[in-house]
């Protein structure tokens, strides 16, 4: 996708060192940032200066090659997995791509193992960008149906940011629209501010302008009553971690954006790449849900006056917060689950149909 007209990846590997877009600086700054050890992965990761499960899984990826470029030491490897792991806890694509790179790190020499490292990181990379584009392929099928009967521009609704900057390429909620607007379906999107972070505003519009697709930031309570009225045609949005029954774990608000829909007869659809389903959990409460720092919540960053960028204390300095990042979405508010292998119900049948 693109950013100035010029089209990039959200990371890549260059000259011994892995690149990333530093997300915390958009939409004010576009800084490419260095990543040269595993603790500036691991950093880069907890400080969200890339988020969005399936980035996360690949910058982990690439993580595990940089502590194998500091030391070929097994234990100094096993440890930066470990690391890796706790970084982030509820994204279940971070555990997975470790899992995947230390699997197939097995038993290889030393003089052999970076080059593999490097190989599987790119290998894991460029899978999600296929299966992004084809999540778009499939979602784009529902868009299609639903502005046949319409015949007017359609207006989707999308909660924090599932765009490319969240992935490698393309994005998951954002791909289906990607697609649609190439293919000259005229859309328009309801973006989610997205509280505390704001990465509806700072990083979904972002990208859509740079895509010269219309949408309107809108704060987070407002979808409700934009359902209510008929302004909704349908949502999409991603997951940071779907369980084999359906249930979705995605940024704290969806769950009221799907009642909202339910209660509207909205279509509200969940765009994934098989990578982001825990086929382990089987209860939605034992899920990890991580609890930021409330200091998220308690201030804000824009640009002032003089184009610098600022931080300032909106909340009383003696009240407390609480910081939930997630929050669970039962499969019964789910229309569909679109992947990179098809659309299917949320349900266990639905998916063993298509991950058999």
Known sequence: MRIQGKEYRTIWYEDNIVKIIDQTKLPHQFIIKDLKSVKDAINAIKIMEVRGAPLIGGTAAYGIALAIQESTDKKFINKSAEELIQSRPTAINLKWAVDRMMKKLTGINSDQILDIALREAKEICDEDEKFCENIGINGLKIIEEIYNKKKSTLNILTHCNAGWLATINWGTATSPIYHAHKKGIPVHVWVDETRPR???????????????????????????????????????????????????????????????????????????????????????????????????????????????????????????????????????????????????????????????
Not at 249 to 258: D, E, F, R, S, V
Request: one cysteine or more.
């Open 198 to 356: 704001n990465q509806g505003a700072n990083l979904t519009s972002y990208e859509l302008n740079e895509e010269e697709i219309p949408n309107t930031i809108i704060a987070d309570n407002t979808g409700g009553i934009l359902m209510q009225r008929g302004k909704v045609d349908m949502c999409i949005v991603g997951t940071d971690r779907t369980l084999s029954n359906g249930d979705v774990c995605n940024k704290i608000g969806t769950y009221l954006k799907a009642l909202a829909a339910h209660d509207n007869e909205v279509p509200f659809y969940v765009a994934l790449p098989s990578s982001t389903i825990d086929w382990n959990i089987k209860d939605a409460k034992d899920i990890p849900i991580e609890e930021r720092n409330s200091e998220e919540l308690s201030h804000v960053e824009g640009v002032d006056e003089n184009n610098e960028v600022k931080k300032v204390l909106i909340y009383p300095k003696n009240s407390k917060a609480m910081n939930l990042a997630f929050d669970v979405t039962p499969a019964k508010y789910v229309t569909g689950l679109i992947t990179e292998r098809g659309v299917s119900k949320a349900s266990s049948e639905g998916l063993k149909k298509l991950f058999k």
